[in-house]
């Protein structure tokens, strides 16, 4: 299974509400319930209504398009990188899964992850 690098820095935030998220952005990943508003994006995009945020993330991403009837693909990766202490914070797509490391993590997450056996590529 293939991994494929993503370039630049990511944030994780909470923000009062999306009406200054740039949704046109390469990155941009929301989610609302009752009790917050979230999004992940390129650290460059995060905008100015932000109540929290959490910089220094990196990201890869599953390539192709998953299946919805594939199972583990997510656990299997989670499970190498909680195996070697790095903490994840993932994004599914319709089409396919987002794993971001804080930046201290990142290069030994792929290195553990292509001595698993995934192929990683830029």
């Given amino acids: 299974m293939e991994?494929?690098?993503?370039?630049?820095?990511?944030?994780?935030?909470k923000v009062k509400d999306f009406s200054r998220v740039n949704f046109r952005a390469a990155y941009c990943f929301t989610g609302k319930t009752d009790e917050e508003n979230s999004l992940v994006c390129l650290t460059e995009d995060v905008p100015e209504n932000v109540i929290e945020q959490d910089d220094?993330?990196?990201?890869?991403r599953i390539q192709g398009v998953l299946d919805f009837s594939l199972v583990g693909?997510?656990?299997g990766i989670s499970k190498?990188?909680?195996?070697n202490e790095i903490g994840i914070f993932a994004?599914?797509?319709?089409?396919?899964?987002y794993i971001l490391t804080k930046r201290i993590h990142y290069e030994k997450a792929?290195?553990?992850?292509t001595e698993a056996g995934y192929c990683v590529v830029s």
């Fill in 3 to 13: 991994i494929k690098r993503i370039e630049g820095s990511f944030s994780i935030c």
């Fill in 80 to 83: 190498i990188l909680a195996e």
């Fill in 73 to 75: 693909i997510l656990a």
């Fill in 110 to 113: 792929l290195r553990v992850l």
């Fill in 56 to 60: 220094d993330w990196m990201g890869f």
């Fill in 91 to 97: 994004v599914s797509t319709y089409n396919t899964d």
